[in-house]
């Protein structure tokens, strides 16, 4: 039998932001470098992030955040993943993340967190070098 | 345990992390999918299965979301896949319908799945299929698939799903495509979304006049319905129709037992009228009492004293005995 296994990510924006583009190019860029990519849209709460999480079974998780609600929002949404047994998914972050919020936020077990003008490719290098491995 | 019984044991249970992990499993393809699926088998069956295809931008992804919050507010518990396609060139694939489905994701009663077309062998239909059974082994009273309809893949729903919704939308402009990739045929159930837009009955008309031609033979008419899947009018009727077709399944299904059961009574009745009559016909002869004398003296087994009796009167009967 031929195994096709695929790294499957979720692209999430949580909370008000008013545009997606930058999520939307990470994910074309992720779909590009041959992963299947799920996208949720604009305004979700922590709630239907980790639940998409769940029943998509994806291996990693990139949040996507403009409003500068992560202090609040992050924390909420790595709870959630705990709660739920998800501790095997890999977050990543990007969006307007002040540079002093980083180590508070890298201490939730996100394990990076990309500002602007990241080119994609050291997006994709993330992602392939850290993949969670699964039992 | 081993690691494929206890999920398996998940999924009957409907806990939603063992769903999620037993479809990555079928569709990874892997040794444990067939192991896998032996053992939620046994589960499937009471699904009614929702085929729900048509082409990009006539409205799938909102009309679902409305078609599963019908289904909640009636209680019952769906499960539904997305499938969308794999790029030939990279391998990977962009999965947005749930982007039309966001507030379901914490419904309870609700488990979303996109898949990705990949490139199976044996085509897109038996990963959904299996991806069916998992959602049907887990207790959902429906399970919807959603296809795009460009390709071979709508016509290989079929394969996957009891009742096929068309969905159309006027000013796509290609009704006539939908004509020719044989969309037509596999309809159970033809939608026309966004009807508030003008052309909306010109679009039910032109379908209608080939449906007309296609129905004539068929015992299940394919009714055309007007939605407006933003606003959520039509839906309601839509689940009538879907429900109406459900029965229409089970009545055929019913009809094809009763007629095996019918078959089962006239065999038995032949066979019986057909002994009396031959052994009637056979005591004549004064050869039937000479027979059985020589059984009863051991000089020939019964067996082959019928063998006697019939042979050159009832070759057929004797030859297939």
Redesign the interface.
């Known amino acids: ?6 790294i ?1 990510v979720l692209i999430a924006k949580p909370g008000l932001d008013s545009h997606d583009r930058g999520a939307k190019v990470v ?2 860029a ?12 604009l ?3 922590p ?2 992030i980790v ?2 999480a ?4 994806v291996d990693v998780i990139g949040l996507s955040i403009l409003s500068g609600a992560h202090k609040a929002l992050f924390p909420r949404i790595m709870e959630l993943l705990k709660q ?2 998800l501790t095997d998914v890999m977050v990543f972050a990007g969006g307007i993340i002040p540079e002093e919020d980083i180590p508070e936020l890298k201490k939730l077990d996100i394990k990076e967190i990309f500002g602007p003008g990241t080119p994609t490719e050291t997006i994709i290098q993330f992602v392939l070098e850290n993949i969670p491995k699964r ?1 | 345990m081993t ?1 494929i019984e206890e999920i398996a044991k998940g999924v009957l249970a409907g806990d ?2 063992s ?3 037993a ?2 499993i079928i ?5 444990e ?2 192991k896998l699926i032996s053992l939620i088998y046994p589960h499937t069956g009471k699904a009614h299965i929702i085929g729900l295809t048509g082409p990009g931008g006539s409205g799938k992804s909102t009309l679902i979301e409305k078609i599963v919050r019908e289904y909640r507010r009636r209680g019952k518990t769906v499960g539904v896949v997305a499938v969308d396609p ?2 030939p060139f ?7 319908d ?2 039309r489905m ?2 379901l ?2 419904d309870e009663g609700v ?4 898949m ?1 077309t ?4 044996g085509g897109i239909a038996k990963a959904t299929k299996d991806a069916v059974k998992i959602l049907d082994a887990a207790g959902k009273d429906i399970v919807i698939v959603e296809t795009v309809g460009a390709g071979q893949s709508e016509v290989e729903i079929i394969k996957v799903a009891q009742t096929i919704v068309v969905i159309h939308a006027p000013g796509l402009g290609d009704e006539i495509q939908a004509i020719k990739a044989g969309l037509m045929e596999i309809a159970d159930i033809f939608v026309i979304n966004k009807a508030d837009r003008e052309n909306a009955d010109k679009a039910v008309m032109d379908i209608q006049s080939i449906l007309q031609l296609n129905n004539k033979e068929k015992t299940w008419k394919t009714p055309i319905l007007k939605t407006i899947a933003l606003t959520g009018e039509g839906v309601p009727q839509l689940i009538e129709k879907l429900e109406e077709h459900r029965q229409f399944l089970k009545k055929e299904i019913e009809h094809k037992k009763s007629l095996l059961r019918a078959e089962a009574e006239l065999i038995e009745a032949i066979k019986e009228k057909a002994a009396t009559s031959i052994i009637e016909e056979l005591r004549k002869e004064g050869k039937f009492e000479e027979l059985l004398h020589q059984i009863l003296e051991k000089e020939i087994d019964p067996a082959s004293a019928a063998e006697k009796l019939l042979r050159g009167k009832f070759k057929k009967a004797v030859s297939n005995a």
């Open positions: 039998m031929q195994s096709t296994r695929k499957r994910a074309r992720l779909r590009d470098a041959g992963m299947e990519v799920i996208y949720t849209g305004r979700q709460t709630e239907q639940e998409t769940l029943q998509e079974d739920k047994g039992t | 690691k939603r992390r769903i999620a992990r479809i990555t569709e990874n393809n892997t040794a999918a067939q794999t790029s990279t391998g990977g694939a962009f999965l947005g749930r982007i966001q507030e994701s914490t488990f979303i799945r996109s990705a990949r490139n199976y062998l």
